[in-house]
């Protein structure tokens, strides 16, 4: 390769990136991504959290973790188990983070859509 052709080619790539305001198209999106954050971890918590209900989950948890880890982080996963919500708001809250998950991708899909 040529001095003379990578020239060219930072000139050209430096040109088209300023006429295709990519600046701009990339802000937008990284705020939808980061907006669409909170969302997920509650969608995903949510979920997890209905499958963490049932005691035979949670029983080969702790025995798999037995030998592994320290008997404070048992008793404190143990207690983490003992918290978590009855499955009817724990439906309500992954129903609120799903909406909101929609809403940030379509709002991502609705961006990446004005893309020249």
């Known amino acids: 390769m040529s001095l003379g052709y990578l020239k060219n080619l930072v000139t050209r790539t430096i040109t088209e990136w300023m ?15 980061v907006l669409s954050l909170p969302a997920l971890l509650l969608f995903s918590v949510s979920i997890g959290s209905i499958f963490l209900k049932s005691e035979n ?6 025995n798999n973790l037995q030998g592994a880890t320290d008997e404070r982080i048992i008793n404190m996963i143990i207690l983490l188990f003992e918290r978590i919500p009855e499955i009817n708001s724990l439906s309500i809250s992954a129903l609120i983070g799903f909406i909101f998950l929609l809403w940030s991708a379509s709002n991502v899909f609705r961006q990446l859509k004005k893309f020249p």
């Open 19 to 33: 006429e295709d305001n990519a600046m701009t198209y990339s802000a937008a999106l990284a705020y939808y991504f």
């Open 57 to 62: 989950l949670q029983s080969k948890i702790i």
